[in-house]
């Protein structure tokens, strides 16, 4: 009930962070702490290096959110409904409009404050209000499986933490069903027509862009595990 409260009222506070800055504070605190690191140890900065400390950040904190969708499915379902009417009263996108929301210090965690960030994409994709789509079942399988492998990366591509063989061969798995279930998920959601009931804006910013991203960069990392497989070392991570 309190999450509820918070979210219909939280244009009147002024305690608490935005959403949006407590977002990008997490994800750079991450991806500093593996770059940090790496020159404290090997003394430099490496370009890949720092893509992918960037990139598993990023997972990391998605998979969280991700946890939450599974385990505020409930809720979520119920608060689109809420975001239905707060676009229709104001005309504000609901997306923009919750990374503006202030989330109080004692809430950060919440999983249910972190839910609404899935009812507020739900505007843009349905499927994440719908426990029985491919998205739906996707992102809770990312949640819930890529932490561990992520881990594993970040510390191998950071310290050297196992063989580079060994971590080879775990990116190639964790790349590749990227590559494979985003492009899926690409594909899902332009069949199913979702791009006729959205601006060709939020297309490009919400859709295609982060789709490419979780493409792209999977595909690239698929290249650097078999560089580590096939040379043994981290050379193509420089050291």
Same mark, same amino acid.
């Given at each position: 009930m309190y999450a509820v409260t918070?979210?219909?009222?939280?244009?009147?506070q002024r305690a608490g962070v935005p959403a949006?800055? /407590?977002?990008? /504070?997490?994800?750079l605190g991450l991806t500093l702490a593996g770059v940090v690191t790496r020159y404290r140890i090997h003394g430099d900065f490496n370009a890949i290096h720092c893509l992918f400390? /960037?990139?598993f950040s990023l997972n990391l904190l998605i998979c969280y959110w991700e946890a939450c969708l599974f385990l505020r499915r409930?809720?979520?379902?119920?608060?689109? /409904?809420y975001w239905h009417r707060r676009q229709r009263d104001t005309g504000r996108a609901p997306a923009r409009e919750f990374l503006f929301t202030r989330v109080p210090p004692g809430r950060i965690l919440s999983p249910t404050v972190w839910a609404d960030a899935w009812a507020t994409y739900s505007m843009i994709d349905p499927a994440y209000a719908d426990r029985r789509s491919f998205g739906f079942?996707?992102?809770i399988g990312n949640g819930f499986v890529t932490p561990i492998p992520t881990l594993i990366l970040y510390?191998?591509?950071? $310290?050297?933490?196992?063989p580079a063989v060994v971590a080879g061969i775990v990116g190639v798995m964790l790349f590749w069903q990227w590559v494979y279930v985003s492009s899926l998920y690409w594909v899902s959601f332009f069949v199913s027509g979702g791009q006729r009931h959205?601006?060709?804006?939020? $297309?490009?910013?919400y859709i295609v862009g982060p789709s490419a991203a979780w493409v792209l960069i999977p595909a690239f990392g698929v290249y650097v595990s078999l560089r580590l497989i096939l040379e043994g070392n981290y050379g193509v991570l420089g050291f």
């Open positions: 918070m979210s219909d009222s939280h244009h009147d949006g800055l /407590l977002v990008a /504070l997490v994800v400390s /960037l990139f409930d809720y979520i379902e119920k608060r689109v /409904l079942t996707a992102d510390a191998a591509y950071t $310290l050297g933490s196992v959205i601006s060709r804006r939020d $297309l490009y910013i």
